[in-house]
């Protein structure tokens, strides 16, 4: 059965302060990585990632997947309060026909002024 | 237009009630979902619908029908529910199944009393 790990499960900051958000995974047939953005409701995607070592950017956030050691980061430079949310981590794979998502726990970030 | 519109936004239904979740996307994407929250916890994976037809059901109980009449419209009727049922049901599209990129809506927050 897939597997997502994320740490922490939750996180609370200061302003300004960077973060970083992890992600391991055990999946058979791995396809992609994706994080996703949780505030009161609907997920917001952010990045989707496949190949190793090629980091995704996006203001001040970041990621980058590591797949010989089946993990990847979230980084959140110059925290503000809006970026307080639930950060999930998902895993799609390509077995059969079925292509399933498979998300983490989630990490609940609390950035505080 | 990158919308996934899900009504109603929120829902209050008794045990023998019968009742219906909506969504639509008019991204032109031909894969679609339906995904269970409970509080604290990552979505679940409820349904797939790929062109229209049914691909994944996820062993969810029959009181949970899903229907897709075209590729832009997306329904979950539900009967006989129970208070476990209570929940965030959370739409989402891609382009194809198999596509990770997903568009989630706002969401269903459903009491079952």
């Known amino acids: 059965e897939d597997k997502v790990v994320q740490s922490p499960l939750s996180l609370v900051v200061h302003e300004g302060d960077t973060v970083t958000l992890n992600c391991s995974y055990e999946v058979t047939n791995f396809r992609s990585l994706l994080w996703y953005k949780q505030e009161k409701k609907a997920p917001t995607f952010l990045f989707m990632l496949t190949s190793s070592g090629i980091e995704k950017k996006s203001g001040r956030l970041s990621s980058i997947l590591d797949k010989k050691e089946l993990f990847s980061i979230l980084n959140i430079t110059a925290t503000q309060t809006g970026d307080s949310a639930v950060y999930l981590c998902a895993v799609q794979n390509s077995g059969g026909s079925n292509y399933k998502l498979t998300f983490g726990k989630g990490t609940l970030l609390t950035v505080n002024p | 237009d990158t919308e996934v519109t899900q009504t109603p936004k929120h829902l209050v239904m008794g045990m023998t009630n019968k009742k219906s979740l909506k969504c639509e996307q008019h991204m032109g994407h031909r894969a679609m979902y339906w995904y269970k929250q409970k509080a604290k916890k990552p979505p679940e994976l409820m349904f797939v619908?790929?062109?229209?037809?049914?691909?994944i059901n996820e062993s969810v109980p029959s009181r949970f029908s899903p229907e897709c009449p075209n590729s832009s419209l997306l329904n979950l009727h539900l009967h006989a529910l129970q208070p476990e049922d209570s929940a965030l049901y959370l739409c989402?599209?891609?382009?194809?199944?198999?596509?990770?990129?997903?568009?989630f809506g706002q969401g269903t927050r459903l009491t079952v009393v």
């Open positions: 989402a599209s891609s382009q194809f199944q198999g596509f990770a990129e997903a568009f």
């Open positions: 619908y790929s062109y229209e037809k049914l691909s």
